[in-house]
């Protein structure tokens, strides 16, 4: 019995000492926890909140009746979507911007932040930085106005000076042809720069020994971008890559709006505009809830496929 009450109060001190170390714990990262209250409550409130409204998706939703008196119609919605005489075209637009968007703009910050990497004047490479990442403060109702001035087809600074010039008017904002471009472009000069301060951060991390060795071997510049620098962020390049695929299909609303007219809406119409014109014109709110819904789980579906990707190729996913 003297054994047996032995172990018993060695149990309850080892219990006793757990628990004083949790809260001894809990009480250091009190600070912590502060700091991050604001983010998981951003987080709570605008984004794992409204997901409750998704629900309205699933019914026809009458504001006067609210979320409990609807309607609930199923997955109506979703048919009447997938029957629409533009879903086809709303699909095709979307998805190849989207892929535009992976192909030319998600390597442009990478290739910035390597060239600037190179520089060794501290003060040349912290004011190239700061001009390139300026744009991303400026609004796209003044790119996009920038733009219409300097190349519309009656006024434009631009077209005049081509026409003095004895050349062809370029018709930017109506001709159909145009309008990828100059969305990709307008999207690299306002993002690259400020996408680049990340990859900055990583490398920033590198051992600088590594160089010095590769030098002292007689590496070039490339070799040491192509052997070192690539390698050291490559697990940061490929999350970012994965994180690009959950905004897969989600289009800069304003961006697009603000480019769009009758004559390129054959090219320019997507679902982020499909929805405005249904949803926030037309009323249709139970519709245009469906149209997101599906957008998001074609987004999901992006995630997991290339995270799955990535680790079978052995580099770490987001999960």
């Known amino acids: 019995m003297s054994q047996a009450n032995t172990e018993l109060h060695s149990n309850k001190h080892?219990?006793?000492?757990?628990?004083?170390?949790?809260?001894?714990?809990?009480?250091?990262?009190?600070?912590l926890y502060i700091m991050m209250l604001p983010g998981v409550l951003f987080f709570l409130l605008f984004k794992y909140g409204p997901m409750v409204g998704l629900s309205v998706a699933f019914m026809e939703y009458?504001?006067?009746?609210?979320?409990?008196?609807?309607?609930?119609?199923?997955?109506?919605?979703?048919i009447r979507l997938f029957e629409e005489r533009v879903f086809l075209s709303l699909l095709w637009n979307t998805f190849v911007l989207s892929i535009y968007d992976i192909i030319f703009y998600f390597p442009a910050p990478i290739l910035l932040a390597l060239l600037l990497n190179?520089?060794?004047?501290?003060?040349?490479?912290?004011t190239i930085q700061t001009i390139l990442y300026t744009p991303h403060f400026v609004s796209w109702v003044v790119i996009v106005?920038?733009?219409?001035?300097?190349?519309?087809t009656q006024n434009g600074s631009i077209n005049n000076l081509l026409v003095d010039l004895r050349f062809d008017r370029i018709e930017l904002m109506t001709d159909p042809g145009y309008f990828r471009p100059l969305w990709v472009i307008h999207n690299i000069w306002n993002g690259m720069g400020w996408d680049a301060i990340v990859y900055l951060a990583a490398m920033s991390s590198i051992n600088p020994q590594l160089y010095e060795a590769a030098r002292v071997d007689g590496a070039t510049r490339l070799q040491m971008i192509w052997y070192i620098t690539l390698p050291s962020i490559m697990y940061l390049i490929v999350i970012m890559l994965i994180l690009r695929f959950g905004g897969f299909m989600d289009l800069s609303f304003t961006h697009i709006y603000l480019l769009q007219n009758s004559l390129n809406m054959s090219v320019s119409?997507?679902?982020?505009?499909?929805?405005?014109?249904?949803?926030?014109?037309?009323?249709?709110?139970?519709?245009?809830?469906?149209?997101?819904?599906?957008?998001?789980?074609?987004?999901?579906?992006?995630?997991m496929v290339a995270n799955t990707i990535a680790k079978k190729m052995g580099k770490e996913g987001v999960y």
């Not at 009458?62 to 979703?78: A, R, T």
């Not at 190179?118 to 912290?126: D, N, S």
């Not at 106005?145 to 519309?152: A, L, R």
């Open 145 to 152: 106005g920038i733009t219409v001035m300097m190349f519309s």
């Open 62 to 78: 009458d504001p006067f009746k609210g979320f409990f008196q609807s309607e609930w119609v199923g997955i109506e919605h979703f």
């Open 269 to 303: 119409d997507v679902f982020d505009t499909y929805v405005y014109r249904a949803g926030v014109i037309g009323g249709q709110f139970s519709y245009t809830t469906a149209v997101g819904l599906f957008k998001s789980v074609i987004a999901l579906s992006m995630v």
């Open 14 to 31: 080892v219990r006793i000492n757990k628990k004083n170390e949790r809260i001894r714990l809990i009480k250091r990262g009190i600070p």
């Open 118 to 126: 190179e520089i060794r004047l501290r003060f040349f490479r912290t």
